[in-house]
């Protein structure tokens, strides 16, 4: 059975994945800073079924990166699927003027340099075991190319993730390890709670053309063939999956 590492896959965009991924065969490893023993583990691990596992890891943490994956191969098996989805907002919104380094380089720690540390010792398990097709999925976000002037730091680190998905890319495409870049558009998750009211007006005035919220489901279903190889030659790829938010329209 193919094992999957999804990062942040407890809660949220990351449990959708896992959901997809385990509907899909895949064995599921979970990775994130919760509690083992807290209710969304516990309630992710039941309904992903028996081939799920949980590995507590910060992922600002890259020198236990090495002991995390030899947990997961130790549970599950070589390492197939990395999904990189763990990631932080903003701390505060506002003024990107007023914006502290603190709050730059905590956001960044987590959604760049976190996040590229791990990807870099996935692959080198996957160069290691030499077992097929193989895929690295960084979810990073619209924000990427769209500007968010009060969440600046959210921005530049998913600006800079979309860029290590192309490093990545180009760098595993002859070693049959496909790497994709998906961009979430508003998604409905913990995350965006706080501004529910403020995109559910917005989307009812046209800023969406799919006329709704997104959901962790709709993440997942774009993650499952990537990771099964059926998009192998289109490695590089960026799929914007956010309901037609990201198109340009007079």
């Known amino acids: 059975m193919n094992v999957a590492l999804v990062t942040g896959g407890q809660q949220g965009i990351g449990l959708g994945i896992a959901k997809a991924l385990a509907a899909g065969g895949f064995s599921v490893a979970l990775a994130a800073e919760a509690d083992p023993e807290s209710p969304a583990v516990r309630e992710a691990l039941a309904a992903l079924g028996e081939n799920a596992r949980y590995f507590r890891h910060d992922v600002r943490d890259i020198d236990a990166v090495p002991a995390l994956l030899d947990a997961v191969e130790a549970e599950l098996g070589p390492l197939m699927t990395f999904v990189s989805n763990a990631g932080v907002g ?12 603190e709050n730059f380089d905590f956001v960044l720690s987590v959604n760049l340099r976190g996040a590229f540390f791990l990807a870099q010792q996935a692959a080198v398990r996957m160069l290691k075991h030499q077992a ?17 002037v009060e969440r600046a730091e959210y921005c530049v680190s998913k600006a800079g993730a979309a860029m290590m998905a192309k490093l990545f890319a180009a760098r595993l495409a002859s070693e049959n ?18 501004v529910r009211d403020k995109y559910t007006a917005r989307i009812r005035d046209g800023l969406v053309p799919a006329a709704r919220w997104g959901t962790p489901d709709d993440i997942g279903k ?29």
Request: cysteine-free.
């Open 177 to 194: 390890i496909g790497v994709f870049e998906i961009r979430p558009g508003i998604i409905e998750t913990g995350m965006t709670a706080a």
């Open 222 to 250: 774009a993650v499952l063939p990537l990771a099964r190889g059926d998009l192998a030659f289109a490695t590089g790829s960026v799929i914007a999956a956010d309901g037609g938010l990201s198109i340009a329209r007079l």
């Open 132 to 148: 097929g097709y193989r895929s690295i999925i960084f979810i990073t976000s619209v924000s990427a190319e769209m500007v968010s």
């Open 90 to 101: 903003a701390p505060v919104r506002g003024d990107m003027l007023a914006l502290t380094p």
